[in-house]
């Protein structure tokens, strides 16, 4: 059996792939090496990954958020040998590669991530040739669901967003005071996740000016400090994938053109290509 992860901040898709072809899938929270140790990801396996699956595992094809360098990719395929020790392949790749072979295949393309976080690549085809690093939820994360909620709440402390959608916001949240969020943003666990919880607001109020607005200058910063960096960018079409991507697909579409950019592909989850990028190898 090959089992095959796409793991987020917030959520990882697991497809299971039979010898003869069957799949099936399950869910478990979002892996991050960076924020999770061995003990922790072993633990989630064990329980809420390994009862879904029955038969043996034969190779583990896993890619995720914070897998960044040797380190942290070694943290997690020990934690995955911990719960399938006969499994004879175990690859460990970021979550970037799962966009890049989910969205382009073996063709040459840019793919990019707007999820929780967001991320881009120059895909050769084959590999990962080129790409404008990000830096993380603090430092960037721009077009990301933890960016959109991160602006929208300092709209909302500093008293920038406007009375009618204020009455919303705490209708829907409460009154939300400084020392919760810096609560939330410095001293708990996955605040990109904390933040990303306020960005369904937006999309729910996204016909009002001021939400349209944040959406569309957070996605106009995402091609301006990393796409438009691209060499030829203009000349390939930019795929993305991503619970962001997908569901202000409109507005983000309006602002690549407006940056004179082609949209290809746009997937809410790479899981299904994944699964059919590696039932064809």
């Given at each position: 059996m090959i089992l095959i992860a796409e793991s987020g901040s917030t959520k990882t898709d697991w497809r299971m792939i039979?010898?003869?072809?069957?799949?099936?899938?399950?869910?478990?929270?979002?892996?991050?090496?960076y924020y999770q140790n061995l003990d922790s990801i072993t633990e989630e396996l064990t329980k809420n990954l390994l009862p879904n699956v029955q038969g043996q595992v034969s190779e583990v094809f896993?890619?995720?958020?914070g897998v960044t360098n040797e380190e942290k990719s070694e943290v997690v395929r020990q934690a995955i040998l911990s719960v399938f020790p006969n499994a004879q392949k175990?690859?460990?790749?970021?979550?970037?590669?799962?966009a890049a072979h989910a969205l382009c295949g073996h063709e040459m393309g840019i793919a990019c991530i707007l999820g929780t976080g967001s991320n881009s690549c120059f895909y050769d085809g084959n590999k990962i040739a080129f790409q404008i690093p990000p830096l993380g939820f603090w430092l960037g994360d721009e077009g990301s669901g933890g960016y959109l909620g991160k602006q929208l709440i300092l709209s909302y402390l500093?008293?920038?967003?406007?009375?009618?959608?204020?009455?919303?916001?705490?209708k829907r949240f409460g009154i939300i005071d400084r020392l919760e969020i810096i609560e939330n943003g410095y001293q708990k666990p996955f605040p990109n996740r904390y933040f990303a919880s306020f960005s369904k607001f937006l999309?729910?109020?996204?016909?009002?000016?001021?939400?349209?607005?944040?959406?569309?200058?957070a996605f106009g910063l995402f091609f301006e400090k990393y796409l438009l960096k691209y060499p030829d960018v203009k000349n390939y079409?930019?795929?993305f994938t991503g619970s962001v991507a997908f569901?202000?697909?409109?507005?983000?579409?309006?602002?690549a053109t407006d940056k004179g950019c082609t949209v290809g592909v746009i997937m809410e989850s790479p899981i299904a290509g994944l699964t059919l990028f590696h039932k064809s190898e």
């Open positions: 039979t010898e003869d072809g069957q799949v099936s899938q399950c869910k478990t929270i979002g892996l991050n090496p896993y890619y995720g958020t175990v690859e460990v790749h970021s979550d970037m590669l799962a500093h008293k920038e967003m406007p009375d009618d959608l204020i009455i919303k916001f705490e999309f729910n109020n996204r016909q009002d000016p001021f939400a349209y607005h944040l959406v569309s200058d079409k930019i795929h569901y202000y697909s409109d507005i983000l579409r309006r602002v």
